[in-house]
């Protein structure tokens, strides 16, 4: 059987980092996030007798180490809806891979509602982002729709995803500027395993629960200027992480320093717009839908950046009619 799914990016405002199980990517804290409307993954997934092998083809090429990731994937769909048939699975991005704009949530995302389907499997929302967990930890938070938390939990049962505001909830945009498309040198999974020996993540981890309590107490009350200034420091903090592991991971690029300056520069010049970033050189601005087209005016007139995309906040996963083949 044949099915595709349509999967948003997401970029969370509190962010997943540390697995305190690696088998199961159970996070080390839980995490806030929002879909993004214009960052997304395509994937058909077909199973059928007719196939020898797993045939894996992400953005038009065949990948070995991707594929090994996604053939584990559909060994877990497999083993639930207890079948054996090999699998055709087609896969497409609309935007860079493995630059930090989270294109494993995407992927592992439409992966598990396509896969799920094709496998005649009826997995209620909860099942589905516990599924996808598995596969990428974030891709869990690309299930739901909107706003997003992701628990913790303390197996596997427990930590899963669930939306706490619908994308209309809140008009803001989501600006995300390419400034590289090259892969980062050093891989998410491994700045995860850093962190559990960094002598600061305890000290995170003591206030984590609290921040996630403030932040969503923020977006319901749509207090703008507080939920940037929290959202900032959140990435800050996270980076501050990455550089202070042993060996120190450095995401950044100098384009990425210039925009975090311009945007604190901005603001002074009453241009309401915050930052965050995940673990790549790539940077998100957030701003309200009035300040929009102030702030791309002035995004467009810097040469380093190589590519704007406007996002608001999206639907989650969902089953699509038109097939990749």
């Not at 970029?11 to 690696?22: P, Q, R, T, V």
């Not at 995407?106 to 598990?112: D, M, N, R």
Request: net charge positive; proline share 3%; charged share 25%.
């Amino acid at each position: 059987m044949k099915a595709t799914a349509i999967a948003p990016a997401n970029i969370a405002f509190i962010k997943y980092w540390g697995k305190k199980d690696e088998r199961l990517r159970l996070p080390a804290n839980g995490s806030i996030s929002v879909n993004l409307s214009n960052l997304q993954t395509i994937t058909t997934v077909d199973f059928s007798a007719d196939y020898q092998e797993d045939i894996v083809i992400i953005n038009h090429k065949k990948d070995k180490k991707e594929a090994t990731r996604v053939v584990e994937h559909l060994n877990r769909i497999r083993h639930l809806a207890g079948i054996k048939n090999r699998a055709m699975v087609v896969s497409q991005n609309n935007f860079p891979t493995a630059t930090g704009l989270a294109s494993s949530a995407s992927g592992f995302a439409a992966l598990t509602v396509a896969a799920a389907s094709a496998a005649s499997l009826n997995l209620s929302e909860k099942e589905l982002t516990i599924l996808a967990r598995q596969g990428s930890g974030s891709a869990c938070r690309s299930i739901p729709d909107g706003f997003v938390e992701w628990f913790e939990g303390k197996n596997n049962e427990t930590s899963y995803a669930h939306s706490i505001f619908p994308a209309d909830y809140w008009s803001i945009r989501i600006i995300t500027i390419t400034l590289a498309y090259e892969s980062k040198e050093v891989g998410s999974s491994l700045g995860h395993k850093l962190a559990l020996a960094n002598p600061f993540f305890k000290t995170r981890l003591l206030r984590i629960n609290e921040k996630i309590k403030r932040i969503k107490r923020l977006i319901k009350e749509k207090n703008f200027r507080q939920f940037g200034e929290m959202i900032e420091r959140e990435a800050l903090e996270l980076h501050a992480i990455a550089l202070t592991s042993d060996p120190p991971i450095i995401y950044w690029q100098p384009e990425t320093v210039k925009i975090i300056n311009l945007i604190r520069l901005w603001r002074k010049e009453n241009l309401s717009a915050y930052f965050t970033i995940d673990a790549g050189p790539n940077i998100f601005l957030v701003c309200e839908e009035k300040n929009l087209n102030k702030l791309i005016a002035k995004l467009n007139k810097i040469k380093e950046i190589k590519k704007i995309i406007i996002n608001s906040p999206s639907r989650g996963t969902r089953l699509i009619s038109k097939h990749l083949f």
